[in-house]
Nanobody, 125 residues
């Protein structure tokens, strides 16, 4: 039974930092890709980063590149999203998701089979 649990959301001021965690169970971590998505009220869900469990290849869209960093602790089956320079536009519910992969990762949500409940990130003064 594959389960993902995101945590670490909260209220942060503009320009601040936050680290999200995604604990993954029920998978062979090296065979999976893990991604972070977010969805703001009234907007479509979009990907913000991904990582392959085995090779740790990563990908970021332009909107967060240089501000967000995804990493993994394979011993703990946990993926992190370190966010710096947060902006009000980063306010959203953040979700982590998992799917099998053989080489690279994707931030296209239909590619993902398993999803966890989200964690709310609010960037506001």
């Amino acid at each position: 039974d594959v389960q993902l649990q995101a945590s670490g959301g909260g209220l942060v001021q503009p320009g601040g930092s936050l680290r999200l965690s995604c604990a993954v169970s029920g998978v062979t971590f090296d065979d999976y890709m893990i991604a972070w998505f977010r969805q703001a009220p009234g907007k479509e869900r979009g990907g913000v980063s991904c990582i392959t469990g085995g090779t740790r290849r990563t990908f970021y869209p332009v909107s967060v590149k240089g501000r967000f960093t995804i990493s993994s602790d394979n011993a703990k089956n946990t993926v992190y999203l370190q966010m710096h320079g947060l902006k009000p536009d980063d306010t959203a519910v953040y979700y982590c998701a998992a799917a099998r992969t053989s080489y690279s990762c994707s931030i296209y949500s239909p590619d993902y089979e398993y999803w966890g409940p989200g964690t709310l990130v609010t960037v506001s003064s």
